[in-house]
């Protein structure tokens, strides 16, 4: 049973233009979402977050977009650039209890060609 | 060393043996994450130490699996009796939640195989 869900496994861009990575939750009870990028060998690293009281945030380059109502997020990679290539895996948080640990989707491969 | 460190960096056993992995926290980290990412797949949550509260064991896969945290800080997760699908990269992470933060920064895994 996923409940984070990140249902392109790969995605090519050109270098300059907008990066769309999609994600899907179905635990209504995820209050905090957060984007992290991985490069091969090494540990996964935190991008940009948000919040669920929020629908947007925006750091630089990136912006991350929630949908409550649909229980989408979205991250915007705008431009895009060579160095952003990696796996971006969608995390989301419970709000209580022992469920402190992040759920994780299965990543999408971002290649951007130059 | 400011990040969260992992050792070995690879590690090739048997089946069969039984196998340690490290994990050195950011220090002043309180929490505390074990997870593993079989090929392909995404990260999968393993176990979870919060400062001095049991730890949550849920997603430990079997019993073979178990985890300590000595002093509250560094951690060593156990596998025994390995088997070929424990293959994976096994990633540490820990955390200082407070004010809303609960980024968890990650080590760079051990990746362990099994033949």
């Avoid at chain 1, 990140?6 to 300059?16: M, T, Y």
């Avoid at chain 1, 991985?38 to 929630?66: C, H, M, Q």
């Amino acid at each position: 049973d996923q409940q984070v869900k990140q249902n392109s496994p790969s995605l090519s861009v050109q270098e300059g233009r907008i990066s769309i990575l999609n994600c899907d939750y179905t635990n209504s009870m995820f209050d905090y979402f957060l984007w992290y990028k991985k490069y091969p060998a090494e540990g996964p690293t935190f991008l940009i977050s948000i919040s669920s009281i929020k629908d947007k945030n925006e750091d630089g380059r990136f912006t991350v977009f929630l949908n409550k109502s649909a229980k989408h997020l979205s991250l915007h990679i705008v431009p895009s650039q060579p160095g952003d290539s990696a796996v971006y895996f969608c995390a989301a948080r419970g709000s209580s209890g022992s469920a402190r640990q992040l759920t994780f989707g299965s990543g999408t491969q971002l290649t951007v060609l130059p | 060393g400011a990040g969260v460190s992992q050792s070995p960096s690879n590690k090739v056993t048997e089946k069969g043996k039984d196998v340690e992995l490290r994990c050195d926290p950011i220090s002043g980290h309180t929490a505390l994450y074990w997870y593993r990412q079989s090929l392909g797949q995404g990260l999968e949550f393993l176990i979870y130490f919060q400062g001095n509260s049991a730890p949550d064991k849920s997603g430990l896969p079997s019993d073979r699996f178990s985890a300590e945290r000595t002093g509250g800080s560094v951690s060593t997760l156990t596998i025994q009796r390995t088997q070929q699908e424990d293959s994976a990269v096994y990633l540490c992470a820990s955390s200082f939640p407070r004010g809303g933060g609960y980024e968890q920064y990650f080590g760079p895994g051990t990746r362990l195989t099994v033949t």
